[in-house]
């Protein structure tokens, strides 16, 4: 692994720099990738600083927003990307026509894709990496690079409640909180849902199917989204409503897309969830993933694949 002393050397020596995140962005994607383009762009003014992506920010576009980027712009470019532990879940496939790629991350570095790379996968936020490299490569800090980073820590620790948070987090987001940040309008974006993703939340909890063993699944079908006025990217508020039943210490939400296929999100409350997101092309973190499902047959196997993992966590626990 580099270190941020080596990725920044490398930095110096190119006059254009393109950061991507991951396809369906949540706050830590567009948090970091926003908030070291705008600490580059304030060290290095006479450089070409682009964030590249498809425009699917959703609700999120209040964090960062994309940028045209064209073909011609990686010619002789460093590439970067934040938060992103698979080339399957890189936005804008134009990522390797650079000159150079460089990976910062905090997933499980299950594919090493990059030329250079940077991964702690004990870091709750890629957010939180790249305060940590500006912080320590004493790049600007300022309100404006500090806004985005907080909101992707906020988002991917979910509130400072999930266990990677640390004493280092709190370290961070009080340099970031210090440079002015409204920090409450930041948890009000994240948290605020319209009130048709309230109902979606009311459905999901409707349409849940709990195992004896604690697993549990829902399925919105587009028809279900519809009806609602919901699209693909707004069911994601969806996600987290099932952790608040006690019973329930693992599930899946499948979100239908406009294609038939399904967007899957695994959580858990203690049974390692990543492993099996890895086997449907997706990947994450031990207790929060996502993967995708083909069609209801696969869906049934994920939940399969839960309930056993879960049955084995209870065991093991009992």
């Known amino acids: 692994m580099s270190t941020f002393t080596e990725i920044y050397q490398k930095i110096t020596q190119y006059?254009?720099?393109?950061?991507h995140r991951h396809t369906s962005p949540d706050p830590d994607a567009l948090g970091s990738q926003a908030g070291l383009a705008r600490s580059l762009k304030l060290q290095f003014p006479s450089k070409k600083i682009l964030?590249?992506?498809?425009?699917?920010?959703?609700?999120?576009?209040?964090?960062n927003r994309m940028d045209q980027v064209t073909e011609k712009d990686y010619q002789g470019a460093l590439v970067i990307t934040t938060d992103t532990?698979?080339?399957a879940r890189i936005s804008n496939k134009l990522y390797n026509k650079g000159d150079f790629l460089i990976k910062i991350d905090h997933h499980p570095d299950v594919e090493p894709y990059a030329d250079m790379s940077y991964v702690d996968d004990h870091a709750p936020a890629a957010s939180q990496i790249i305060a940590d490299f500006i912080i320590t490569e004493k790049m600007p800090l300022t309100a404006e690079v500090a806004y985005p980073l907080y909101a992707g820590i906020v988002?991917?620790?979910g509130r400072f409640m999930y266990p990677e948070t640390t004493d280092h987090t709190f370290k961070i987001v009080a340099k970031l909180a210090a440079t002015g940040i409204n920090i409450n309008e930041i948890a009000r974006n994240i948290s605020d849902v319209t009130f048709e993703q309230a109902k979606l939340q009311a459905?999901?909890?409707?349409y849940m199917k709990v195992d004896s063993c604690g697993a549990a699944y829902a399925v919105l079908s587009q028809d279900t989204l519809h009806k609602l006025g919901v699209n693909s990217e707004q069911a994601s508020c969806t996600v987290s409503t099932p952790g608040r039943i006690k019973d329930i210490i693992a599930w899946n939400v499948f979100v239908e897309k406009s294609d038939g296929t399904y967007r899957v999100h695994y959580r858990s409350k203690g049974p390692v969830i990543n492993e099996l997101a890895a086997k449907h092309d997706g990947g994450g973190h031990a207790l929060a993933s996502g993967a995708n499902a083909k069609d209801i047959a696969e869906?049934?196997?994920i939940f399969a694949e839960l309930v056993q993992v879960t049955k084995e966590y209870q065991e093991e626990h009992e």
């Open 15 to 19: 006059d254009t720099i393109i950061l």
């Open 51 to 63: 964030c590249a992506g498809e425009n699917d920010e959703g609700d999120l576009a209040w964090i």
């Open 85 to 87: 532990g698979n080339t």
């Open 155 to 157: 988002g991917d620790t």
């Open 203 to 206: 459905v999901v909890l409707e």
């Open 299 to 301: 869906v049934k196997q």
